[in-house]
């Protein structure tokens, strides 16, 4: 069975632009849950979708926002890119109906 | 809102040694799941061991093992016979049991781990 499969792996990006990262879950899997690593914040949570809704949302302004396709797959978006939101993103996948969540590589993002 | 606390920064082992990381957390949740993540320099988290808070006898999974204590909001790793590859960072994590609750995660700080030929 493949693993979390999140593209690209690494991104540059000039500050006020905006970004699309794509995570692709374990076959099977109906929730997608996104978190931003930075040295200073440690692991945050974003935000989850479970069957193309938005289950869960973590406390970040509404520039960061995902969204969940039919087959799973899901995408976050950042708009207007500031400098902080340079962060290792990574995206797991999890059933939905129990806890084990599996995880990607992550994308590292670079704002400059 | 639920709090976890890894106090150690940083740690460090011989190789075949043993070594305790140690994590609290903070609560009103009756029902939850309590994890250590993995995450080596390759990045990629992987999953430990798994708690269940209602579950007396603590998790075992071959060289790891945790000590729960629910009433002190205690959850540490310990890990016997340390490996070259056990060098990572590790993750304390609490997750609420049920319903919507399953794909959010708390992570702690992390405790960056090292071990030693």
């Known amino acids: 069975k493949a693993g979390v499969t999140q593209t690209p792996r690494y991104l540059i990006k000039t500050r006020g632009q905006q970004v699309t990262l794509s995570c692709s879950p374990i076959s099977g899997h109906r929730s997608v849950s996104w978190y931003q690593q930075t040295p200073g914040q440690g692991l945050q949570f974003l935000f989850e979708y479970f069957s193309e809704t938005q289950r869960n949302k973590g406390n970040f302004p509404g520039r960061f926002s995902g969204r969940q396709f039919s087959n799973s797959r899901s995408e976050m978006n950042v708009s207007t890119l500031e400098l902080g939101d340079s962060a290792l993103y990574l995206c797991?996948?999890?059933?939905?109906?129990?806890?084990?969540?599996?995880f990607g590589q992550g994308t590292r993002l670079t704002v400059v | 809102a639920q709090t976890v606390t890894q106090s150690q920064p940083e740690m460090s082992v011989q190789e075949a040694e043993t070594v305790t990381l140690s994590c609290t957390y903070d609560t009103s949740e009756s029902n939850y799941y309590l994890f250590w993540y993995k995450q080596p320099p390759s990045r990629q988290m992987i999953l430990v061991i798994r708690?269940?808070?209602?579950?007396?006898q603590n998790a075992t999974e071959n060289r790891f093992s945790v000590n729960f204590q629910k009433a002190a909001k205690s959850f540490s790793l310990k890990i016997s016979d340390s490996q070259l590859g056990d060098t990572a960072m590790y993750f304390c994590a609490f997750m609420k049991k049920g319903g919507t609750s399953y794909g959010k995660l708390t992570f702690g700080q992390g405790t960056i781990l090292t071990v030693h030929p």
């Open positions: 797991a996948s999890s059933l939905g109906s129990v806890p084990e969540a599996f």
């Open positions: 708690q269940e808070a209602y579950k007396q």
